[in-house]
């Protein structure tokens, strides 16, 4: 193994990684011992100098990345074999299915031993997105294995220009690394949903969401469907493919309402019990009493960084207050936050306090998180962002 630089940790400060959570802290650092480069591969050492792992150093809060505890040649190799376990891993949950799904994600950053890497396949385009400066300089080398070990991938685009760290001397750029594809429809559970990883956000599609949309189709059956924050609406086909009596989807953009329509018309041709609505949800909900007896609140994340906490809480509160108030007697309501600095009992307590405060009762039928390919490394709680309730209204 060639010779790396040394990061060495301050005393005490190895414990996490004994435990082997793979992030290290600027904080933690005592002592770099020789050149280091943003990007670059470092063992990491406490200061008994016992080895502790391997990771990509950068500039930042989090100033390593930890991707192996074994001291091992970093190569394409390894990464082969990071690649091929997690690709391993989801064939052998048994959702990917010739002819009925072929959208999921691959790697899951820490969750896939691969910090600061996002890949999600749709169809046969992978798409990567970058979050460390370390996986984007070897992202030519990841899409080779990409094409080599993905049943049907012949293209791969990254996707990264507004996630790379904002204060890296590399500047990333969106577009094809290998081949070239369009946007096009792809399958889950059997459903089309036209995918835009060019223009849309994320890397076109809430994957996360999957078993989600698959429960909300459960219930659905007769009622009046509302999915507010529908951006291409995933729950409004479920819900209308499981015979919902009407449904309506709200989102702030009339793009997204007009790639919900398109994908409504995919699948169901003939429906005319939907509507696409391009309107604030806050005034859309205002006065909607008793006319929904089953209503989605999906926002996008009400906070990213921790100081945004309180804010972020009290607006969960209000929105589902909101609904709380408005939901037909014996409704369902699902509700999530994808806010990763919100925690399950803090989303929770939010929803509480909204129920307390609507006066009505409320049980909790289900509590729901991300799928199995957006895999959370028990090691690393942090991974699981994804929190949502189904509640039964009075």
Request: net charge neutral; hydrophobic share 40%; charged share 25%.
């Amino acid at each position: 193994m060639s010779e790396l630089t040394q990061v060495i940790l301050k005393s005490g400060k190895d414990i996490s990684l004994f435990r082997f959570h793979p992030w290290v802290f600027s904080g933690a650092i005592k002592k770099i011992k020789g050149e280091v480069a943003e990007g670059d591969v470092v063992e990491i050492v406490n200061n008994k100098f016992e080895f502790l792992g391997l990771g990509h150093y950068q500039i930042g809060s989090i100033a390593i990345r930890v991707f192996s505890f074994v001291k091992e040649e970093i190569n394409i190799d390894f990464w082969r074999r990071k690649i091929q376990s997690a690709y391993n891993y989801r064939k052998s949950m048994n959702f990917i299915e010739e002819g009925k799904t072929n959208i999921f994600r691959l790697s899951h950053a820490e969750g896939d031993g691969m910090p600061g890497l996002i890949i999600d396949v749709y169809n046969d385009t992978a798409i990567m997105q970058f979050h460390s400066i370390g996986m984007y300089l070897i992202k030519d080398e990841l899409a080779k294995i990409l094409v080599e070990t993905i049943d049907g991938v012949t293209a791969v685009y990254d996707k990264s220009e507004a996630t790379m760290p904002k204060n890296s001397d590399i500047k990333a750029k969106d577009g094809f690394v290998i081949g070239e594809t369009k946007a096009q429809y792809a399958l889950e559970n059997g459903l089309k949903f036209y995918i835009d990883w060019i223009n849309g956000q994320k890397t076109g599609f809430f994957i996360d969401q999957r078993e989600n949309r698959k429960l909300l189709g459960s219930y659905s059956k007769d009622r009046n469907v509302l999915n507010m924050f529908g951006y291409t609406g995933g729950f409004s086909v479920y819900a209308l493919q499981e015979g919902a009596n009407l449904v309506h989807s709200v989102d702030a953009s009339g793009k997204a309402t007009d790639l919900t329509n398109k994908n409504v018309a995919e699948n169901f041709p003939e429906a005319k019990n939907h509507e696409a609505f391009a309107e604030d949800a806050f005034k859309f909900m205002a006065d909607i009493k008793d006319k929904y007896d089953l209503i989605i609140l999906d926002p996008p994340a009400f906070a990213k960084q921790r100081k945004a906490l309180h804010n972020a809480l009290q607006g969960y509160k209000r929105l589902n207050q909101i609904a709380l108030e408005q939901i037909k007697p014996g409704g369902i309501l699902f509700t999530f936050s994808c806010s990763q600095v919100v925690s399950k009992e803090n989303f929770r307590k939010s929803v509480f306090a909204a129920a307390a405060n609507a006066k009505r009762n409320v049980r909790i039928m289900h509590q729901l998180t991300q799928p199995v390919d957006h895999a959370v490394s028990i090691f690393h709680p942090e991974g699981e962002y994804l929190k949502g309730l189904v509640l039964f209204v009075e």
